[in-house]
């Protein structure tokens, strides 16, 4: 897991901050993006892709995160703008916010996925980084933590739709709320298909 990180430091950089996000898919809720430094050679061994994870050992390795990161940073990108900018914009936008959230400034950062969205940092795009590399399975931890968290907390304003135990994916029960109750201001207009919407 400490691959990439190694490759970067034999370039003389010591800080590296590893990003992903969470919530690129759901129907409703924000995508969250989060960015975490580690200090040089540490090893945090239960650290894996946050949705090989059991929920109480994300909750529990969150906290480990935050302690031992030299820097993190949770951001957000509300529905609004996803409808207004698509969700791939948004979620290069929520980690563009993560990473100028950090007290401290990369010198090299690593993204999940293959985007290749330009950074302002020297970057690497890591297809499938949240199981190749510490940093960025660190951050899809806080990512993903952070958005369910939020997702309950809405749960308790439309608990109609049922956030709290779907998260806002498009499950089958999701999509009869959605039929019934039609579509709350937390929703992403733009994900709204006829097969969501019951028309098909």
Same mark, same amino acid.
């Given at each position: 897991?400490?691959?990439?990180?190694?490759?970067?430091?034999?370039?003389?950089?010591?800080?590296?901050?590893?990003?992903?996000?969470?919530?690129?898919?759901?129907?409703?809720?924000?995508?969250?993006?989060?960015?975490?430094?580690?200090?040089?050679?540490?090893?945090?061994?239960?650290?894996?892709?946050?949705?090989?994870?059991?929920?109480?050992?994300?909750?529990?390795?969150?906290?480990?995160?935050?302690?031992?990161?030299?820097?993190?940073?949770?951001?957000?990108?509300?529905?609004?703008?996803?409808?207004?900018?698509?969700?791939?914009?948004?979620?290069?936008?929520?980690?563009?916010?993560?990473?100028?959230?950090?007290?401290?400034?990369?010198?090299?950062?690593?993204?999940?996925?293959?985007?290749?969205?330009?950074?302002?940092?020297?970057?690497?795009?890591?297809? *499938?980084?949240?199981?190749?590399?510490?940093?960025?399975?660190?951050?899809?931890?806080?990512?993903?933590?952070?958005?369910?968290?939020?997702?309950?907390?809405?749960?308790?304003?439309?608990?109609?739709?049922?956030?709290?135990?779907?998260?806002?994916?498009?499950?089958?029960?999701?999509?009869?709320?959605?039929?019934?109750?039609?579509?709350?201001?937390?929703?992403?207009?733009?994900?709204?298909?006829?097969?969501?919407?019951? *028309?098909?």
């Amino acid at each position: 897991m400490l691959e990439f990180e190694n490759s970067v430091y034999e370039t003389g950089k010591n800080l590296i901050a590893g990003i992903d996000e969470a919530g690129r898919g759901p129907l409703a809720g924000p995508v969250c993006a989060a960015a975490v430094i580690f200090p040089k050679g540490l090893v945090i061994e239960e650290i894996n892709d946050s949705k090989k994870l059991t929920e109480k050992k994300r909750e529990k390795l969150f906290d480990v995160i935050i302690e031992k990161a030299v820097a993190y940073s949770i951001e957000f990108c509300y529905p609004d703008e996803i409808d207004e900018i698509n969700i791939r914009q948004a979620t290069h936008k929520a980690m563009e916010k993560a990473v100028n959230g950090l007290k401290i400034k990369p010198e090299h950062i690593l993204i999940d996925g293959n985007d290749n969205i330009p950074f302002d940092f020297p970057y690497t795009y890591i297809v *499938k980084g949240d199981a190749k590399s510490q940093s960025i399975a660190a951050a899809s931890i806080l990512a993903k933590v952070s958005r369910d968290r939020l997702m309950v907390e809405l749960d308790e304003k439309y608990p109609q739709y049922g956030f709290a135990k779907h998260k806002g994916y498009g499950t089958k029960a999701h999509m009869e709320a959605i039929q019934q109750y039609g579509v709350s201001e937390v929703h992403r207009k733009s994900f709204m298909t006829d097969k969501v919407l019951g *028309k098909v």
